[in-house]
C-alpha cells in the first residue's frame, strides 16, 4: 500500500555532507510517521531521527548537531541532510514510515560510504 525510494547515497570525504531524499508513494494518507535508520556492516539497525505527521522531530543522540530531518509535503519527499560527516557513519540508510495502523513499511536503503 505504500513505497518508499531512497536516492542520495554517495562515497564522500569525511567532514563533507550529504542530502538524502525519499519518495513515497501509494496510499499516503496511512501514514503517520517517517523517520530515517541505517544499518553498518555487521550492526544493528539503528535509528537516525522521525518526524511525525505533525512535523514533531527526534534525533538519536549521536546524530542530532549534525543531521537534520525535514519533509516537503507537497513532493511527498522527506529528506535527511547529513553534514559533518565521519567514517562511523558509513551505513545503508533506510526510509521508514509507519502507518496510523502501526504497519511499518521500509525502502531498499542507499548506501552512504565516508572514507578518503
Known amino acids: 500500500q505504500v513505497q518508499l525510494v531512497e536516492s542520495g547515497g554517495d562515497l564522500v570525504p569525511p567532514g563533507g555532507s550529504l542530502r538524502l531524499s525519499c519518495v513515497i508513494s501509494?496510499?499516503?494518507?496511512?501514514?503517520?510517521?517517517m523517520g530515517w535508520y541505517r544499518q553498518a556492516p555487521g550492526k544493528q539497525r539503528d535509528l537516525v531521527a522521525t518526524?511525525?505527521?505533525?512535523?514533531?522531530?527526534k534525533y538519536a543522540d549521536s546524530m542530532e548537531g549534525r543531521f537534520t530531518i525535514s519533509r516537503d509535503g507537497a513532493k511527498n519527499t522527506m529528506y535527511l541532510q547529513m553534514n559533518s560527516l565521519k567514517p562511523e557513519d558509513t551505513a545503508v540508510y533506510y526510509c521508514?514510515?509507519?502507518?496510523?495502523?502501526?504497519?511499518?513499511?521500509w525502502g531498499q536503503g542507499t548506501q552512504v560510504t565516508v572514507s578518503s
Open positions: 518526524i511525525t505527521h505533525g512535523g514533531s522531530i
Open positions: 521508514n514510515a509507519q502507518g496510523w495502523n502501526l504497519y511499518t513499511y
Open positions: 501509494g496510499n499516503i494518507d496511512s501514514v503517520a510517521l
